[in-house]
């Protein structure tokens, strides 16, 4: 009985080294590698590192280099695994039809960008392929996306005149790029009381 018992002591050991489940991560569409964070993440489960990479890269090559995936890999207990890719997230359209690279620092108190009803809904039937997302409706997930634009401190509008919103993009760089100076000299005014 104690050979047994040391048996499946050992068993158990083994099987505890192996993380099962869902492994949760954004990775850059094509840029998939061994390095870290991605490489330390699927070593923690057991999975090739390198047969993953190039499985993803190769199921990612007809996207543009770069854009973020929110990927779900479900991870087996004999070590194989499935990779379901999302399209990208919601912020980065948004962002991306603002025209903008970051959200406002005071949001509610400034302006980072706008976008239309229509950028609203083109990006809602994209996201609306997502399997968490199928669920939902299309006005659902307007208004999903309406609530995460206004986080970012986007305005939404019914129409947008380009030339003027060309002057408020150059009118916003100037405002970011003083927000930007003033966070580093805060971050080195903190480092010399610390220092």
């Given at each position: 009985m104690?050979k047994l018992g040391?048996r499946?002591?050992?068993?158990k050991?083994?099987?505890?080294k192996?993380?099962?489940?869902?492994?949760?991560?954004?990775?850059?569409?094509?840029?998939?590698a061994?390095g870290p964070?991605?490489?330390?993440?699927?070593?923690q489960?057991g999975?090739?590192?390198a047969?993953?990479c190039k499985?993803?890269?190769?199921?990612?090559?007809?996207?543009k280099e770069g854009?973020?995936?929110p990927t779900?890999?479900?991870?087996h207990?004999?070590?194989?695994?499935?990779?379901?890719?999302?399209?990208?997230p919601?912020?980065?359209?948004?962002?991306?039809?603002?025209?903008?690279?970051?959200?406002?620092?005071?949001?509610?108190h400034?302006?980072s960008?706008?976008?239309?009803?229509?950028?609203i809904?083109?990006?809602?039937?994209?996201?609306?392929?997502?399997?968490?997302l199928?669920?939902?409706?299309l006005?659902?997930?307007?208004?999903m996306?309406c609530?995460?634009?206004?986080?970012?401190g986007?305005e939404v509008?019914?129409?947008?005149?380009?030339k003027?919103?060309g002057?408020?993009?150059?009118e916003?760089?100037?405002?970011?790029?003083?927000q930007k100076?003033?966070?580093q000299?805060k971050?080195?005014?903190?480092m010399?009381?610390?220092g």
């Open positions: 104690s040391s499946l002591k050992s068993m050991k083994t099987v505890e192996v993380q099962h489940g869902i492994l949760r991560t954004n990775i850059p569409a094509g840029m998939a061994a964070p991605l490489g330390p993440m699927l070593g489960r999975i090739n590192i047969a993953f499985d993803f890269n190769e199921r990612t090559k007809d996207i854009i973020p995936l779900r890999v479900y991870v207990p004999d070590r194989s695994y499935e990779i379901e890719i999302y399209k990208p919601a912020i980065y359209f948004l962002k991306q039809a603002a025209g903008i690279q970051r959200g406002a620092m005071k949001v509610g400034e302006v960008g706008k976008i239309t009803l229509k950028h809904y083109e990006i809602a039937k994209i996201k609306i392929e997502d399997p968490p199928q669920i939902r409706t006005e659902g997930i307007c208004l996306l609530g995460i634009a206004r986080s970012l986007l509008v019914k129409n947008l005149d380009a003027e919103y002057e408020f993009l150059k916003r760089a100037a405002i970011v790029e003083q100076k003033e966070l000299e971050k080195e005014a903190k010399l009381r610390t």
